[in-house]
């Protein structure tokens, strides 16, 4: 079984500062990774996602997430920070695309500072 | 496209009282999902649904939780009786192969 560990469950960066939130994963197989990302009293929307093509994905609203399998990782930042990014971020990890379904990580509480 | 709808987006319920809630998928999903989300967790797959058919639902509390999709179109969660740990929201989502997308779900609150 499939399964990923959201390091920090907040994360406080300033405005303007780096946005690293942190992802692992577990999988027998390859596997497919997204961020999602939840506004209060909102679904989730999605960010990115890896498909095993380019290791190096680019998302909505200048999150980027790079996919290294020697560190079982999948990493998400952005270069700086805007207050509006305040929200939950959740990592989430299938094996076989949409045909299964999503496996999340706890999440993680982005606070940005003014 | 019009998203994922789901309703009531909020309801109070006393334990041992049951509830219902209801999805409607993007048109042309084939694929529907029922997620548990408590607060301050991830959201929790509860079962998934391929046209009509139940492709997973390992993780329903089937003494309790039950869930259908006639026609292979709309889908509902049913909660018989209601427990106070049953307390959270209930997100519907629909994919026709990757990514998945959510309806804004529905919070219950049992008390």
């Known amino acids: 079984a499939q399964s990923v560990t959201q390091l920090g469950s907040h994360v406080s960066v300033s405005e303007g500062a780096l946005v690293l939130l942190r992802c692992n994963y577990s999988?027998?197989?390859?596997?497919?990774l997204f961020w999602y990302v939840q506004y209060p009293n909102q679904g989730l929307q999605l960010l990115l996602k890896?498909?095993?093509?380019?290791?190096l994905v680019k998302g909505i609203n200048g999150f980027e997430a790079e996919f290294k399998k020697s560190e079982t990782s999948f990493h998400l930042t952005k270069p700086s920070a805007h207050m509006s990014d305040a929200a939950e971020y959740f990592c989430?990890?299938?094996?076989?695309?949409?045909?299964?379904?999503?496996?999340f990580g706890k999440g993680t509480h982005l606070i940005i500072q003014p | 496209e019009a998203g994922v709808a789901q309703s009531p987006r909020y309801k109070i319920i006393e334990k041992r009282q049951s509830v219902a809630f209801w999805c409607n998928p993007i048109?042309?999903?084939?694929?529907l999902y029922w997620y548990q989300q408590i607060l301050g967790q991830g959201p929790k797959l509860l079962i998934q649904?391929?046209?009509?058919?139940?492709?997973?639902d390992s993780q329903l509390p089937k003494d309790r939780f039950s869930a259908e999709r006639l026609k292979g179109v709309d889908s509902t969660l049913k909660i018989q009786p209601a427990k106070l740990e049953d307390s959270a929201v209930y997100l519907c989502?629909?994919?026709?192969?990757?990514?998945?997308?959510f309806g804004n779900g529905t919070r219950l609150t049992v008390t």
């Open positions: 989502a629909s994919s026709s192969g990757s990514p998945l997308h």
């Open positions: 999988s027998s197989v390859p596997p497919y």
């Open positions: 890896y498909t095993s093509a380019a290791t």
């Open positions: 989430a990890v299938t094996v076989r695309g949409g045909a299964d379904g999503l496996t």
């Open positions: 048109s042309g999903h084939a694929t």
């Open positions: 649904f391929q046209n009509n058919g139940v492709v997973d």
